[in-house]
Protein backbone atom coordinates (compact mmCIF):
# COMPACT_ATOMS: atom_id res chain seq x y z
CA UNK A 1 0.00 0.00 0.00
CA UNK A 2 0.73 3.84 -0.42
CA UNK A 3 2.21 5.70 2.35
CA UNK A 4 -0.83 8.09 1.96
CA UNK A 5 -3.30 5.60 2.14
CA UNK A 6 -1.66 4.13 5.09
CA UNK A 7 -1.58 7.43 6.72
CA UNK A 8 -5.26 7.35 6.00
CA UNK A 9 -5.82 4.16 7.49
CA UNK A 10 -4.23 4.78 10.63
CA UNK A 11 -5.92 8.72 11.14
CA UNK A 12 -9.54 6.83 10.99
CA UNK A 13 -8.63 4.21 13.27
CA UNK A 14 -9.04 7.53 15.69
CA UNK A 15 -12.58 8.26 14.66
CA UNK A 16 -15.17 7.62 17.15
CA UNK A 17 -17.13 5.86 14.93
CA UNK A 18 -14.53 2.89 13.92
CA UNK A 19 -14.75 -0.13 15.50
CA UNK A 20 -11.60 -0.98 16.73
CA UNK A 21 -11.67 -4.72 15.16
CA UNK A 22 -11.95 -3.42 11.79
CA UNK A 23 -9.48 -1.06 12.40
CA UNK A 24 -7.16 -3.80 13.82
CA UNK A 25 -8.19 -5.93 10.04
CA UNK A 26 -7.27 -2.84 8.29
CA UNK A 27 -3.58 -2.35 9.68
CA UNK A 28 -2.94 -5.91 9.41
CA UNK A 29 -4.05 -6.48 5.56
CA UNK A 30 -1.97 -3.24 5.12
CA UNK A 31 1.23 -4.69 6.93
CA UNK A 32 0.47 -7.95 5.14
CA UNK A 33 0.56 -6.17 1.24
CA UNK A 34 3.00 -3.78 2.09
CA UNK A 35 5.41 -6.80 3.30
CA UNK A 36 5.09 -8.07 -0.12
CA UNK A 37 5.14 -5.35 -2.11
CA UNK A 38 8.60 -4.47 -0.19
CA UNK A 39 10.22 -8.11 -0.54
CA UNK A 40 9.58 -7.68 -4.40
CA UNK A 41 10.93 -3.97 -4.76
CA UNK A 42 13.97 -5.44 -2.42
CA UNK A 43 14.93 -8.51 -4.74
CA UNK A 44 14.53 -5.90 -7.94
CA UNK A 45 17.07 -3.29 -6.61
CA UNK A 46 19.13 -6.39 -5.66
CA UNK A 47 19.39 -8.00 -9.39
CA UNK A 48 19.83 -4.52 -10.84
CA UNK A 49 22.62 -3.74 -8.54
CA UNK A 50 24.13 -6.55 -10.57
CA UNK A 51 23.85 -5.26 -13.80
CA UNK A 52 20.96 -7.06 -14.88
CA UNK A 53 17.92 -5.31 -16.77
CA UNK A 54 15.39 -6.06 -14.39
CA UNK A 55 11.52 -5.91 -14.92
CA UNK A 56 8.41 -5.68 -12.01
CA UNK A 57 5.50 -6.83 -13.36
CA UNK A 58 1.73 -5.96 -12.32
CA UNK A 59 0.99 -8.26 -9.51
CA UNK A 60 -1.22 -11.36 -10.56
CA UNK A 61 -4.64 -11.84 -8.61
CA UNK A 62 -5.58 -15.27 -9.06
CA UNK A 63 -7.96 -17.79 -7.83
CA UNK A 64 -7.62 -21.59 -6.71
CA UNK A 65 -8.16 -23.82 -10.07
CA UNK A 66 -7.50 -21.54 -12.56
CA UNK A 67 -4.30 -21.29 -14.14
CA UNK A 68 -3.27 -18.26 -15.71
CA UNK A 69 -0.51 -18.05 -18.33
CA UNK A 70 2.45 -15.30 -17.17
CA UNK A 71 3.20 -12.98 -20.02
CA UNK A 72 7.29 -11.56 -20.01
CA UNK A 73 8.66 -9.18 -21.82
CA UNK A 74 9.88 -9.85 -25.17
CA UNK A 75 13.93 -8.80 -24.20
CA UNK A 76 13.28 -12.13 -21.99
CA UNK A 77 12.43 -14.63 -23.94
CA UNK A 78 15.20 -13.95 -27.53
CA UNK A 79 16.42 -17.41 -27.88
CA UNK A 80 19.33 -15.65 -29.87
CA UNK A 81 20.57 -13.50 -27.08
CA UNK A 82 23.01 -15.57 -25.13
CA UNK A 83 21.86 -13.66 -22.05
CA UNK A 84 19.89 -15.62 -18.61
CA UNK A 85 16.08 -15.02 -18.09
CA UNK A 86 15.51 -15.19 -13.88
CA UNK A 87 12.28 -14.93 -12.46
CA UNK A 88 11.05 -14.35 -9.04
CA UNK A 89 7.25 -15.47 -8.03
CA UNK A 90 6.00 -14.09 -4.30
CA UNK A 91 3.34 -14.94 -2.62
CA UNK A 92 2.81 -14.86 1.16
CA UNK A 93 4.70 -16.87 2.59
CA UNK A 94 2.00 -19.37 3.80
CA UNK A 95 0.93 -19.35 0.03
CA UNK A 96 0.58 -22.75 -1.76
CA UNK A 97 1.14 -22.24 -5.53
CA UNK A 98 2.55 -23.98 -8.44
CA UNK A 99 4.71 -22.61 -11.75
CA UNK A 100 4.62 -24.69 -14.96
CA UNK A 101 6.70 -24.48 -17.84
CA UNK A 102 3.81 -26.59 -20.58
CA UNK A 103 5.27 -29.29 -22.31
CA UNK A 104 5.12 -29.13 -26.08
CA UNK A 105 2.74 -31.73 -27.94
CA UNK A 106 4.70 -33.85 -30.85
CA UNK A 107 1.76 -34.78 -33.74
CA UNK A 108 1.56 -38.32 -31.59
CA UNK A 109 0.27 -36.46 -28.51
CA UNK A 110 3.75 -37.25 -26.85
CA UNK A 111 4.23 -34.24 -24.34
CA UNK A 112 8.27 -33.36 -24.42
CA UNK A 113 10.00 -30.35 -22.47
CA UNK A 114 7.54 -29.65 -19.36
CA UNK A 115 8.26 -29.09 -15.64
CA UNK A 116 6.74 -28.17 -12.91
CA UNK A 117 7.85 -26.04 -9.71
CA UNK A 118 6.49 -25.90 -6.28
CA UNK A 119 6.56 -23.00 -4.03
CA UNK A 120 8.64 -23.23 -0.75
CA UNK A 121 7.91 -20.20 1.82
CA UNK A 122 5.60 -18.85 -1.08
CA UNK A 123 8.42 -17.77 -3.47
CA UNK A 124 9.32 -19.75 -6.67
CA UNK A 125 12.78 -18.86 -8.45
CA UNK A 126 13.45 -20.69 -12.00
CA UNK A 127 16.25 -19.31 -14.67
CA UNK A 128 16.80 -20.39 -18.41
CA UNK A 129 19.92 -18.99 -20.61
CA UNK A 130 20.57 -19.26 -23.90
CA UNK A 131 17.87 -21.09 -26.22
CA UNK A 132 16.46 -22.47 -23.80
CA UNK A 133 14.86 -19.23 -22.62
CA UNK A 134 12.04 -19.65 -25.68
CA UNK A 135 10.48 -22.18 -23.32
CA UNK A 136 9.33 -19.76 -20.99
CA UNK A 137 6.92 -18.23 -23.26
CA UNK A 138 4.88 -21.23 -21.86
CA UNK A 139 4.65 -20.29 -18.49
CA UNK A 140 1.92 -20.23 -16.02
CA UNK A 141 0.85 -20.45 -12.52
CA UNK A 142 -1.85 -21.96 -10.31
CA UNK A 143 -3.33 -21.54 -6.82
CA UNK A 144 -3.24 -24.51 -4.49
CA UNK A 145 -5.00 -22.10 -1.99
CA UNK A 146 -8.37 -20.00 -2.26
CA UNK A 147 -6.95 -16.71 -3.86
CA UNK A 148 -3.97 -14.93 -3.25
CA UNK A 149 -1.75 -11.88 -4.99
CA UNK A 150 1.52 -12.70 -6.71
CA UNK A 151 4.41 -10.77 -7.55
CA UNK A 152 6.50 -11.46 -10.53
CA UNK A 153 10.52 -9.77 -10.82
CA UNK A 154 12.35 -10.80 -14.05
CA UNK A 155 15.98 -10.20 -14.34
CA UNK A 156 17.85 -10.40 -17.94
CA UNK A 157 21.74 -10.55 -17.90
CA UNK A 158 24.89 -12.74 -18.02
CA UNK A 159 24.47 -15.62 -16.25
CA UNK A 160 21.21 -16.18 -13.60
CA UNK A 161 20.17 -13.69 -10.92
CA UNK A 162 21.16 -14.85 -7.17
CA UNK A 163 18.15 -17.07 -5.47
CA UNK A 164 15.09 -15.34 -3.81
CA UNK A 165 17.00 -16.96 -0.59
CA UNK A 166 20.21 -15.33 -0.85
CA UNK A 167 18.58 -12.11 -2.00
CA UNK A 168 15.53 -12.33 0.61
CA UNK A 169 17.77 -14.21 3.79
CA UNK A 170 13.93 -14.47 5.60
CA UNK A 171 12.43 -16.77 2.48
CA UNK A 172 14.98 -19.32 3.21
CA UNK A 173 13.24 -22.61 4.34
CA UNK A 174 16.31 -23.96 5.59
CA UNK A 175 17.76 -27.68 4.75
CA UNK A 176 15.08 -29.78 3.19
CA UNK A 177 15.29 -33.80 3.79
CA UNK A 178 15.45 -35.98 0.62
CA UNK A 179 12.81 -37.38 -0.40
CA UNK A 180 11.77 -41.26 0.83
CA UNK A 181 12.62 -43.66 -2.11
CA UNK A 182 9.07 -45.79 -1.98
CA UNK A 183 10.45 -48.70 -3.79
CA UNK A 184 9.30 -50.42 -6.90
CA UNK A 185 5.76 -50.19 -7.87
CA UNK A 186 3.48 -53.28 -6.56
CA UNK A 187 2.75 -55.37 -10.24
CA UNK A 188 -0.63 -54.46 -11.65
CA UNK A 189 -3.29 -56.95 -11.63
CA UNK A 190 -4.91 -58.42 -14.96
CA UNK A 191 -7.43 -55.88 -16.91
CA UNK A 192 -10.11 -58.83 -16.19
CA UNK A 193 -9.08 -58.82 -12.32
CA UNK A 194 -9.63 -54.73 -11.84
CA UNK A 195 -12.41 -54.56 -13.80
CA UNK A 196 -14.52 -57.23 -11.90
CA UNK A 197 -13.25 -55.86 -8.46
CA UNK A 198 -14.60 -52.72 -9.62
CA UNK A 199 -18.08 -53.64 -10.21
CA UNK A 200 -18.43 -55.90 -7.43
CA UNK A 201 -17.85 -52.25 -5.61
CA UNK A 202 -20.29 -50.54 -7.74
CA UNK A 203 -23.06 -52.72 -6.91
CA UNK A 204 -22.64 -52.53 -3.44
CA UNK A 205 -22.92 -48.95 -3.54
CA UNK A 206 -26.17 -49.93 -5.11
CA UNK A 207 -25.70 -49.41 -8.29
CA UNK A 208 -29.05 -49.74 -10.41
CA UNK A 209 -27.46 -51.22 -13.49
CA UNK A 210 -23.88 -51.85 -15.04
CA UNK A 211 -22.43 -51.68 -18.72
CA UNK A 212 -19.37 -53.08 -20.05
CA UNK A 213 -18.00 -51.53 -23.77
CA UNK A 214 -14.69 -52.64 -25.53
CA UNK A 215 -12.57 -50.62 -26.85
CA UNK A 216 -8.54 -50.68 -29.07
CA UNK A 217 -6.30 -48.03 -27.83
CA UNK A 218 -4.42 -46.46 -31.16
CA UNK A 219 -0.82 -47.38 -31.19
CA UNK A 220 -0.10 -44.13 -29.23
CA UNK A 221 -2.33 -45.35 -26.23
CA UNK A 222 -5.05 -42.82 -27.59
CA UNK A 223 -8.37 -42.85 -28.06
CA UNK A 224 -12.24 -41.49 -28.82
CA UNK A 225 -15.40 -42.46 -28.29
CA UNK A 226 -18.97 -41.26 -28.43
CA UNK A 227 -21.21 -42.94 -25.65
CA UNK A 228 -24.73 -42.27 -24.57
CA UNK A 229 -25.18 -41.37 -20.82
CA UNK A 230 -28.76 -42.36 -19.63
CA UNK A 231 -30.74 -39.77 -16.72
CA UNK A 232 -28.76 -40.60 -13.71
CA UNK A 233 -25.12 -40.67 -11.74
CA UNK A 234 -22.62 -42.14 -13.48
CA UNK A 235 -19.15 -43.95 -12.59
CA UNK A 236 -17.72 -44.11 -15.69
CA UNK A 237 -14.32 -45.95 -15.10
CA UNK A 238 -11.46 -47.54 -17.99
CA UNK A 239 -9.24 -50.55 -17.88
CA UNK A 240 -6.38 -51.22 -19.79
CA UNK A 241 -4.58 -54.15 -20.86
CA UNK A 242 -1.33 -54.84 -20.02
CA UNK A 243 1.19 -54.68 -22.59
CA UNK A 244 4.86 -56.32 -21.38
CA UNK A 245 6.58 -54.37 -18.54
CA UNK A 246 5.19 -50.82 -20.13
CA UNK A 247 3.72 -48.64 -17.68
CA UNK A 248 0.08 -48.12 -17.56
CA UNK A 249 -1.37 -44.94 -16.59
CA UNK A 250 -4.65 -43.88 -18.22
CA UNK A 251 -6.17 -40.41 -18.46
CA UNK A 252 -9.55 -38.99 -19.48
CA UNK A 253 -11.95 -36.43 -19.97
CA UNK A 254 -15.67 -36.18 -21.09
CA UNK A 255 -17.51 -33.51 -22.71
CA UNK A 256 -20.68 -32.81 -23.84
CA UNK A 257 -21.49 -33.70 -27.18
CA UNK A 258 -24.05 -30.49 -28.32
CA UNK A 259 -21.85 -27.82 -26.20
CA UNK A 260 -18.60 -28.99 -25.45
CA UNK A 261 -19.06 -28.70 -21.58
CA UNK A 262 -16.76 -29.91 -19.36
CA UNK A 263 -18.38 -32.86 -17.63
CA UNK A 264 -15.53 -34.86 -16.07
CA UNK A 265 -12.15 -35.38 -15.95
CA UNK A 266 -9.08 -37.54 -14.74
CA UNK A 267 -5.40 -36.84 -14.48
CA UNK A 268 -4.48 -38.73 -11.48
CA UNK A 269 -1.35 -40.86 -11.75
CA UNK A 270 -3.15 -44.13 -11.08
CA UNK A 271 -3.32 -47.03 -13.60
CA UNK A 272 -7.02 -46.26 -14.07
CA UNK A 273 -9.62 -44.06 -14.87
CA UNK A 274 -12.61 -42.56 -12.75
CA UNK A 275 -15.33 -40.02 -13.76
CA UNK A 276 -18.06 -39.22 -11.64
CA UNK A 277 -20.67 -37.40 -13.08
CA UNK A 278 -24.83 -36.70 -13.40
CA UNK A 279 -27.30 -36.11 -15.98
CA UNK A 280 -30.47 -34.86 -15.84
CA UNK A 281 -31.86 -36.10 -19.28
CA UNK A 282 -29.99 -38.31 -21.71
CA UNK A 283 -26.66 -37.40 -23.00
CA UNK A 284 -24.62 -37.58 -25.69
CA UNK A 285 -20.73 -37.64 -24.52
CA UNK A 286 -17.39 -37.58 -26.17
CA UNK A 287 -14.26 -39.26 -24.26
CA UNK A 288 -11.23 -38.93 -24.83
CA UNK A 289 -8.69 -40.78 -22.97
CA UNK A 290 -4.37 -41.29 -23.48
CA UNK A 291 -1.97 -43.37 -21.36
CA UNK A 292 -2.55 -47.01 -22.69
CA UNK A 293 0.85 -48.80 -22.96
CA UNK A 294 0.04 -49.11 -26.47
CA UNK A 295 -2.66 -50.62 -29.19
CA UNK A 296 -4.55 -52.54 -26.11
CA UNK A 297 -7.96 -53.62 -25.31
CA UNK A 298 -9.80 -51.24 -23.19
CA UNK A 299 -13.02 -51.98 -20.90
CA UNK A 300 -14.72 -49.08 -20.34
CA UNK A 301 -17.48 -49.52 -17.19
CA UNK A 302 -20.75 -47.54 -16.84
CA UNK A 303 -22.12 -47.92 -13.37
CA UNK A 304 -25.68 -46.18 -13.16
CA UNK A 305 -26.85 -44.57 -10.10
CA UNK A 306 -30.39 -43.51 -9.79
CA UNK A 307 -31.03 -39.50 -9.18
CA UNK A 308 -32.57 -38.40 -5.73
CA UNK A 309 -36.44 -38.56 -6.28
CA UNK A 310 -36.46 -35.12 -4.46
CA UNK A 311 -34.25 -33.62 -7.06
CA UNK A 312 -36.52 -30.70 -8.80
CA UNK A 313 -37.23 -30.55 -12.21
CA UNK A 314 -39.09 -27.47 -12.73
CA UNK A 315 -35.43 -25.84 -13.32
CA UNK A 316 -34.36 -27.72 -16.23
CA UNK A 317 -32.46 -31.57 -16.51
CA UNK A 318 -29.03 -29.62 -15.55
CA UNK A 319 -30.01 -27.65 -12.39
CA UNK A 320 -31.09 -31.48 -11.57
CA UNK A 321 -28.12 -33.22 -12.31
CA UNK A 322 -26.11 -30.26 -10.37
CA UNK A 323 -28.38 -31.55 -7.13
CA UNK A 324 -27.86 -34.98 -7.75
CA UNK A 325 -23.93 -34.23 -8.21
CA UNK A 326 -23.37 -32.54 -5.08
CA UNK A 327 -24.97 -35.23 -3.01
CA UNK A 328 -23.78 -38.11 -5.03
CA UNK A 329 -19.95 -36.37 -4.40
CA UNK A 330 -20.23 -35.96 -0.94
CA UNK A 331 -22.06 -39.40 -0.22
CA UNK A 332 -24.89 -38.03 1.15
CA UNK A 333 -28.12 -40.03 2.13
CA UNK A 334 -31.42 -38.72 -0.74
CA UNK A 335 -34.14 -36.79 -0.47
CA UNK A 336 -37.43 -37.45 -0.95
CA UNK A 337 -39.77 -34.78 -0.86
CA UNK A 338 -39.64 -31.49 -2.62
CA UNK A 339 -37.38 -28.89 -0.85
CA UNK A 340 -38.76 -26.25 1.38
CA UNK A 341 -36.98 -23.68 0.18
CA UNK A 342 -35.28 -22.55 -3.54
CA UNK A 343 -33.99 -19.29 -4.10
CA UNK A 344 -32.29 -18.21 -7.61
CA UNK A 345 -29.09 -16.40 -8.20
CA UNK A 346 -25.75 -15.05 -10.68
CA UNK A 347 -22.61 -15.13 -10.34
CA UNK A 348 -20.77 -13.34 -7.20
CA UNK A 349 -21.39 -12.96 -3.86
CA UNK A 350 -24.69 -13.77 -2.22
CA UNK A 351 -25.88 -14.05 1.52
CA UNK A 352 -29.45 -15.65 2.11
CA UNK A 353 -31.18 -15.95 5.10
CA UNK A 354 -33.52 -18.80 5.25
CA UNK A 355 -36.01 -19.64 7.98
CA UNK A 356 -36.12 -22.55 9.59
CA UNK A 357 -37.15 -24.95 13.09
CA UNK A 358 -35.16 -24.74 16.13
CA UNK A 359 -34.02 -28.95 16.79
CA UNK A 360 -33.80 -28.99 13.04
CA UNK A 361 -31.44 -30.82 10.52
CA UNK A 362 -31.89 -29.88 7.01
CA UNK A 363 -30.03 -30.36 3.29
CA UNK A 364 -29.09 -27.09 1.05
CA UNK A 365 -27.52 -27.71 -1.99
CA UNK A 366 -26.95 -25.28 -4.66
CA UNK A 367 -26.86 -26.34 -8.47
CA UNK A 368 -25.60 -24.59 -11.48
CA UNK A 369 -28.61 -23.99 -13.86
CA UNK A 370 -26.47 -22.13 -16.90
CA UNK A 371 -23.17 -20.69 -17.97
CA UNK A 372 -19.36 -22.04 -17.32
CA UNK A 373 -19.04 -22.14 -13.49
CA UNK A 374 -14.99 -21.87 -12.34
CA UNK A 375 -16.12 -22.33 -8.80
CA UNK A 376 -19.03 -22.80 -6.50
CA UNK A 377 -18.73 -22.38 -2.36
CA UNK A 378 -21.79 -22.34 -0.25
CA UNK A 379 -21.31 -21.94 3.78
CA UNK A 380 -24.18 -21.76 6.32
CA UNK A 381 -24.19 -20.57 9.81
CA UNK A 382 -26.35 -21.58 12.60
CA UNK A 383 -25.66 -20.75 15.82
CA UNK A 384 -22.32 -20.82 16.59
CA UNK A 385 -21.34 -23.14 13.76
CA UNK A 386 -20.23 -23.29 10.07
CA UNK A 387 -20.55 -25.82 7.39
CA UNK A 388 -18.75 -25.32 4.36
CA UNK A 389 -18.73 -27.41 0.86
CA UNK A 390 -16.40 -25.90 -2.54
CA UNK A 391 -15.95 -26.97 -5.81
CA UNK A 392 -12.85 -25.62 -8.00
CA UNK A 393 -14.52 -25.91 -11.80
CA UNK A 394 -15.57 -29.56 -12.23
CA UNK A 395 -18.63 -30.26 -9.90
CA UNK A 396 -21.68 -28.57 -10.92
CA UNK A 397 -23.10 -28.45 -7.42
CA UNK A 398 -22.24 -27.93 -3.92
CA UNK A 399 -23.94 -29.37 -0.59
CA UNK A 400 -24.19 -29.03 3.24
CA UNK A 401 -25.63 -30.69 5.93
CA UNK A 402 -26.27 -29.00 9.49
CA UNK A 403 -29.03 -28.87 12.51
CA UNK A 404 -30.09 -25.97 14.73
CA UNK A 405 -29.99 -26.12 18.59
CA UNK A 406 -32.30 -22.57 18.61
CA UNK A 407 -31.42 -20.56 15.59
CA UNK A 408 -34.70 -20.10 13.37
CA UNK A 409 -32.51 -18.71 10.45
CA UNK A 410 -29.55 -20.08 8.46
CA UNK A 411 -27.52 -17.69 7.12
CA UNK A 412 -26.57 -18.73 3.66
CA UNK A 413 -23.61 -17.44 2.04
CA UNK A 414 -23.04 -18.68 -1.84
CA UNK A 415 -20.34 -17.72 -3.72
CA UNK A 416 -19.96 -18.55 -7.09
CA UNK A 417 -17.16 -17.32 -9.69
CA UNK A 418 -17.38 -17.78 -13.79
CA UNK A 419 -19.48 -16.14 -17.09
CA UNK A 420 -23.13 -16.01 -17.39
CA UNK A 421 -23.74 -18.36 -14.25
CA UNK A 422 -27.01 -19.02 -12.94
CA UNK A 423 -27.54 -21.47 -10.11
CA UNK A 424 -30.46 -22.35 -7.85
CA UNK A 425 -30.56 -22.87 -4.17
CA UNK A 426 -32.83 -25.66 -2.85
CA UNK A 427 -33.50 -26.71 0.89
CA UNK A 428 -34.72 -29.83 2.47
CA UNK A 429 -35.50 -30.79 6.24
CA UNK A 430 -34.20 -34.12 6.86
CA UNK A 431 -35.41 -34.84 10.26
CA UNK A 432 -35.25 -33.35 13.82
CA UNK A 433 -33.38 -33.48 17.18
CA UNK A 434 -34.13 -32.30 20.75
CA UNK A 435 -32.27 -29.30 22.09
CA UNK A 436 -30.07 -30.46 24.30
CA UNK A 437 -28.70 -33.66 22.16
CA UNK A 438 -25.06 -33.49 21.74
CA UNK A 439 -24.28 -31.25 24.66
Not at 84 to 111: M, N, Q, W, Y
Not at 134 to 145: K, N
Not at 183 to 206: F, I, K, Q, Y
Amino acid sequence: MSVARRVLIRAACFHPLVVPLACAILLLADRAGADLVSDAAELANKWSDGGRQTTLLDPMFLEHGRSRAVRLPDAALDPKSPSCTTIAFLAGRSTDFVVRIDPVLSPKHHAVGGRFERSVVGSVWLSECGPAREALARLSIELRVARSAVDIVVAVGQGPASTISDALPERASGPVAALADPGPRSPLEPMVVRAHRAELRDRNLAATVVHFQSLIAESDGTGHESISLDEGCHRVEMFADLLGKHPVDVDAEMRDSSSERLLARDRSDAPDVRLDLCVGATTAADLVFAGAPGPVKVTLMDAVFALPRGAPTMWGARARAGVAAALFRRRLSGVDAEPIEQRLGVAGLTMLPIPIEPGGCYLGTVATMRGEPRSVTVSVKVDTRITYDATSGLAEGAAVAFCSNGAEKAAFEIEVRGSAVAWVLDVWQTGSRPFDEGR
